[in-house]
């Protein structure tokens, strides 16, 4: 295989994983703060016993996921491709993943919120299940 032009790596390669990975940040992110919330939500007493082990492991496995795919992905660009070794290339990553999360963070806090609300309220629970398992007596 050729070698790749020297062009590839700052104006392909660095701004489309700067966008990849600003996306795989903020979904992080966004499982870890909603893994937080459930666990405030079951401490308040706020959300329904049978939703809180698939809220909690949907939360933690795509957080989890998230992360290794993030680590791997530098590990691949990086390690074995060679790429983001120049500092052109990170000046392209950064400037793309900054422009990335300037879109991403306001969603990220209307979803966190809106989590956040939909557990403390009690709409976590199914239909004809009480919210509060204390008041089920």
Do not use: N
């Amino acid at each position: 295989m050729a070698p790749l032009p020297p062009w590839v790596g700052p104006g392909v390669v660095a701004p489309l994983w700067g966008i990849g990975s600003a996306q795989l940040v903020v979904q992080g992110w966004r499982a870890y703060a909603e893994a937080f919330i459930v666990v405030v939500a079951v401490a308040r007493g706020r959300m329904a016993a049978s939703r809180i082990l698939g809220a909690l492991l949907a939360a933690l496995l795509t957080g989890l996921f998230c992360s290794a795919t993030l680590r791997a992905g530098f590990w691949w660009l990086i390690e074995v491709l060679g790429f983001g070794r120049t500092p052109l290339e990170q000046v392209f990553y950064c400037t793309a993943l900054g422009l990335a999360l300037r879109f991403m963070l306001p969603r990220l806090a209307a979803r966190v919120k809106a989590f956040w609300r939909r557990s403390m309220d009690g709409a976590a629970a199914s239909p004809g299940e009480p919210v509060h398992p204390r008041s089920a007596s």
